[in-house]
């Protein structure tokens, strides 16, 4: 398998593109802070208008071996469509596709891949919420609709399902941007209590995670926790794969 596949699912400034250049700082460890995607203040609206992966290098230029997609939030007139998120999943569209809100992409479209093998599917899903509100990822009817096919769909194919709880150091001005204490923390003990029934998502599945927002230089707890949380996600997506995979059973034994 080239590559682990990830989509990142979330509201329009809940935190998507910050992770992905937190990871990219906390990765290369040149001791700066990187922006590799250009993070605009929110104006309400989606600024993701494409499904699209950039590559994350490591130190040594070497490509991660994980791509993460991205697509449009969930949460407004203009976000992605249930039958698109479905046809991620399932391989069918390319990277490049420009999401159409009044309809999913047609089969005739030259984005949408006929037949897709393991390596084109979604191995893993992050659902990308804000700590302050986690709520807020789900506002509206439709969002909490397609969040609820989508999770259906997922469990119908076994793809891990995982949160990405961002903005936890906003959470108390006492913590600020010294996460070192971040796990004995009883308020994001209870967030991550609040984010797993509201999602019904597993709290073992649930990512705290505190992104590069107004920092000049990099803060190694940060780096820490972008990696871990890196780490997890990938481990979510090779188990997928792995058990995706026939090479995992002896001959015969569905037989």
């Known amino acids: ?13 809940s935190g998507k593109t910050s992770f992905f250049n937190t990871s990219a700082t906390a990765l290369k460890d040149e001791r700066r802070i990187l922006a590799p995607l250009t993070v605009l203040k929110s104006s309400g609206k989606s600024v ?31 976000g992605v469509k249930t039958e698109d998120v479905q046809l991620i999943v399932d391989g069918h569209i390319k990277h490049g596709y420009t999401f159409n809100p009044a309809s999913p992409i047609s089969h005739s479209d030259p984005y949408y891949r006929e037949k897709p093998e393991l390596k084109d599917m979604i191995h893993c899903v992050v659902y990308v919420v804000n700590a302050e509100n986690p709520g807020l990822a789900l506002a509206g009817e439709a969002a909490e609709k397609i969040f609820i096919d989508i999770k259906s769909k997922l ?23 010294d996460i070192s204490e971040l796990f004995q923390s009883v308020e994001i003990k209870k967030k991550l209590d609040a984010v797993a029934n509201f999602t019904n998502i597993l709290e073992m599945n649930i990512l705290p995670m505190s992104n590069y927002h107004n920092e000049r230089v990099p803060n190694t707890n940060k780096d820490i926790l972008a990696l871990t949380n890196l780490k997890t996600i990938m481990d979510y997506a090779n188990d997928f ?9 002896p001959s015969g034994f569905y037989d």
Request: aromatic share 6%; charged share 25%; hydrophobic share 35%.
């Open 241 to 249: 794969v792995y058990n995706a995979s026939d090479r995992n059973a």
């Open 155 to 177: 469990g119908e194919r076994h793809v891990p399902q995982v949160v990405l709880m961002n903005k936890v150091d906003r959470l108390r001005a006492s913590l600020g941007d």
């Open 48 to 78: 993701t208008t494409k499904f699209e992966t950039h590559p994350l290098y490591t130190k040594k230029d070497e490509a991660l071996k994980l791509r993460i997609f991205d697509c449009r939030g969930l949460h407004d007139i203009q």
């Open 1 to 13: 398998m080239p590559y682990l596949n990830c989509l990142l699912i979330g509201q329009a400034a």
